[in-house]
Nanobody, 120 residues
Framework: QVQLVESGGGLVQAGDSLRLACAASGRTFSRNGMGWFRQAPGKEREFVASITWSGIPTYYAGSVKGRFTISRDNAKNTVYLQMNSLKPEDTAVYYC?????????????WGQGTQVTVSS
């Protein structure tokens, strides 16, 4: 059974940093694109960042570009999201997603999410 488990969320102040991790089990995703999404209360889930299986290129939403960095360790079947200069508007549940096939197509696997709360 495929599982994606996010960790690293928490309550921080504006300007602080957090590093999220998403550990996959049940199959390897070393040849699959992965990404991070988030959902704030009352809003739809939105794209945050994605990374190809090789690690290059990476893609970011405009609202996080320059502050967030996505990376991966294929040996650990894990993807990370380094979040710097956090803002209250970054408050959301952050979800990890993985593509079933290569670097294209939809994200077929999802984690349960980790809460990130940024206070002003």
């Amino acid at each position: 059974q495929v599982q994606l488990v996010e960790s690293g969320g928490g309550l921080v102040q504006a300007g602080d940093s957090l590093r999220l991790a998403c550990a996959a089990s049940g199959r390897t995703f070393s040849r699959n694109g992965m990404g991070w999404f988030r959902q704030a209360p009352g809003k739809e889930r939105e794209f945050v960042a994605s990374i190809t299986w090789s690690g290059i290129p990476t893609y970011y939403a405009g609202s996080v570009k320059g502050r967030f960095t996505i990376s991966r360790d294929n040996a650990k079947n894990t993807v990370y999201l380094q979040m710097n200069s956090l803002k209250p508007e970054d408050t959301a549940v952050y979800y990890c997603g993985a593509r079933a096939y290569g670097d294209s197509g939809q994200f077929d696997y999802w984690g349960q999410g980790t809460q990130v709360t940024v206070s002003s």
